[in-house]
Each structure stands twice: as structure tokens, then as C-alpha cells.
């Protein structure tokens, strides 16, 4: 028997290890890259436009969670409202070597122009099966007029 079994109060099931907003991320060889972990954005104007960022995910899977999954991701505002139109889910197929306790895998989405009509807080919602998993936290701040 590989690992642990489901039914085992000793499982837990898929693990999300990080989950960031960046400018640039990649993956080489399985290994994730960040650069410019960030969580507030300052702008002179509103609205404003974010030239270029990235969602940078690393999840563990265990036995238990083998079979197929999908991944979405979704941009909202305070009040919960998609502020852009929502990622197609990402399927994924998870299938662990048989002498492995579990795989790593990591999601990079890049985003580009990303549009902001007000300041205040925002979110990156990350939902695996349709059940949500992490948030990531973003703060839009106006800078003050000099004057």
C-alpha cells in the first residue's frame, strides 16, 4: 500500500503549498519560480490598468486524489462580483507513480492588462472540483494627489 488511505483520519486530501500574485512566475523542471510576490497595487488614477501579473500556484496531490480535476480561478471585487471574465476551468489528470507518496504540481497563469474601476480590496478565488480551496488577497490603493 502506497501512503495513506482516504478513509484514514490521518489523510488530507490535495494541499495547496502556495498560492501568489506575482509579476512573473515560471516553472523549470517542476521547480516554481516567483519573482514580485505583491498584494497591493498602487495607482495615480482610477481606473486603473495592471500591466502584467501572474497567478502562481504549487499543489501536492496524495493517492487519494488521483482521477481527473479541474481548476478555476476567478477575479472579484469586495461585494464578490467577477471583475474580469472568468479563466476556463484548467482540467487536470493526476496519476502518481507507483513508488511515489504523492506529486507536486505547479499552475502559472499570466494576466495581462488587468482592469481595476476603484480602489479597495480585491481577491483571486481558487476553487479545485468546484469547491473552493485558497484566496489570494489584493489591496488597490489611490495614490494621493501632490499638490
Do not use: W
Amino acid at each position: 500500500m502506497r501512503g495513506i488511505s482516504p478513509d484514514s483520519c490521518l489523510y488530507f486530501p490535495m494541499n495547496i503549498q502556495v498560492a501568489v500574485l506575482c509579476d512573473a512566475a515560471t516553472n523549470d523542471n517542476e521547480k516554481l519560480n516567483l519573482l514580485g510576490a505583491f498584494d497591493t497595487i498602487y495607482t495615480p488614477q482610477l481606473p486603473a490598468a495592471h500591466p502584467q501579473c501572474a497567478v502562481a500556484l504549487r499543489v501536492t496531490f496524495l493517492p487519494g486524489d488521483e482521477g481527473r480535476h479541474q481548476f478555476t480561478l476567478n477575479f472579484v471585487n469586495a461585494d464578490g462580483r467577477s471583475i474580469m471574465p472568468n479563466f476556463p476551468p484548467v482540467p487536470v489528470e493526476v496519476t502518481l507513480p507507483e513508488d511515489a507518496h504523492f506529486v507536486t504540481r505547479n499552475f502559472i497563469v499570466n494576466i495581462q492588462q488587468l482592469q481595476f474601476a476603484e480602489a479597495g480590496a480585491y481577491s483571486v478565488d481558487i476553487r479545485i472540483d468546484n469547491q473552493p480551496q485558497a484566496s489570494i488577497p489584493l489591496l488597490v490603493k489611490l495614490l494621493p494627489q501632490a499638490g
